[in-house]
């Protein structure tokens, strides 16, 4: 095929290997081509690449394929996705010191898949206003799990000797309800009382449930406390 050698290495050349094909040689091997529909190859000559416009064959094991760099350390890298002929951007990809991004621009959800693109394998969806899904695309609360096959489980845990904790409040009281595997085989419900959560039911491994008691001795332990006010003559 005709080709462009540099001179003096002759194992640096641009080749036209077919018609409408153009490539580039270094060290006696290809490394890009542009096919005839205007699709990018890199390290590859895929007669059918499908629908991509840009194919990299890394050739590298675990080494990246694509790397994007900054100009300074506050400097970030961003990919960016348009549509309609590069006029509107849907969304971008952005890496920086202080942030991780990954941004949508439109109303539509953001979902991810596994073990192919159908329906079935969506595994976690964002809905535009923040509801996350995961087994569903259609959450009705901020965090919404469904096993649309059987039992939805979700578990919380923690290192061992370390306490597994669930906290529940409000913007002003973060922890006003807290539930609480203390790694003693307890389970121990707090609620907030005056600015103080404190615990208020414990049930132990063996079954024993108290209340107002930390360590009850019977199947129900109650601390009762009576406060009685009136007036007589």
Known sequence: PDSIIHNGDPNTKIRFPD????????????RA???????????????????????IDTQLGSGSGIRMIGKSANDGSEIDFYADNNSTRLGFIEYNNSITKFVSETN???SIYTNGASDSNKRLTILSDGKVGIGTASPQRDLHVLNSSGDALVRITSADG?????????ASDGDAGRIVYDNGDNLTFST????????????????????????????????????ATGSGT
């Not at 018609?19 to 290809?30: H, L, N, P």
């Open 162 to 170: 370390n306490a597994a904790y669930l906290e529940l409040g409000d």
């Open 33 to 55: 081509r542009i096919d005839s529909d205007g699709r990018l190859l890199i390290n590859s000559t895929l007669s059918s690449p499908g629908t991509a416009n840009v194919i």
């Open 108 to 110: 539509v959800p953001l």
């Open 192 to 227: 907030a009382n005056s600015g103080s959560t404190t615990e208020k039911v414990r049930i132990q491994g063996n079954g024993n449930v108290g209340i107002g008691v930390s360590a009850p001795s019977n199947l129900l332990h109650v601390r009762q406390e009576i406060n």
């Open 19 to 30: 018609a409408d094909v153009v490539s580039v040689e270094t060290d006696g091997s290809e």
